[in-house]
Nanobody, 122 residues
Framework: VQLVESGGGSVQVGGSLRLSCVAS????????MGWFRQIPDREREGVAG???????TYADFVKGRFTISQDISRNIMYLQINSARPEDTAMYYC??????????????????WGRGTQVTVS
């Protein structure tokens, strides 16, 4: 499966962005999918995950600000970023969970990463 992220860009503090992750084959709604982010010299960290049944999990630092969702008919997963903060600046990646469950970490249980989309908050 190939995953392609898009929707990143520059946003002001307090602003919003919507990231998209398109899968090359029927993946959305069949597996646990997630969003991760990474800044240089730091480990990739989990942001949010969505199960095949639509249930969601979030990292504590984005609860109430980010929303993960999926459009199964279009094979797209989204990450809505609201109330953006400077510390949200990072490359954002989508991935597929490779083992049972849908916890957003650690990254060793995830794979099929896309190339990422950069989000800059200033």
């Amino acid at each position: 499966v190939q995953l392609v992220e898009s929707g990143g860009g520059s946003v002001q503090v307090g602003g919003s962005l919507r990231l998209s992750c398109v899968a090359s084959v029927d993946t959305i709604g069949r597996y646990c999918m997630g969003w991760f982010r990474q800044i240089p010299d730091r480990e990739r960290e989990g942001v949010a995950g969505v199960e095949s049944d639509g249930s969601t999990t979030y990292a504590d630092f984005v609860k109430g600000r980010f929303t993960i969702s999926q459009d199964i008919s279009r094979n797209i997963m989204y990450l809505q970023i609201n109330s953006a903060r400077p510390e949200d600046t990072a490359m954002y990646y989508c991935g597929v969970r490779l083992v049972a469950g849908c916890a957003v970490g650690p990254t060793k249980f995830w794979g099929e990463w896309g190339r990422g989309t950069q989000v800059t908050v200033s």
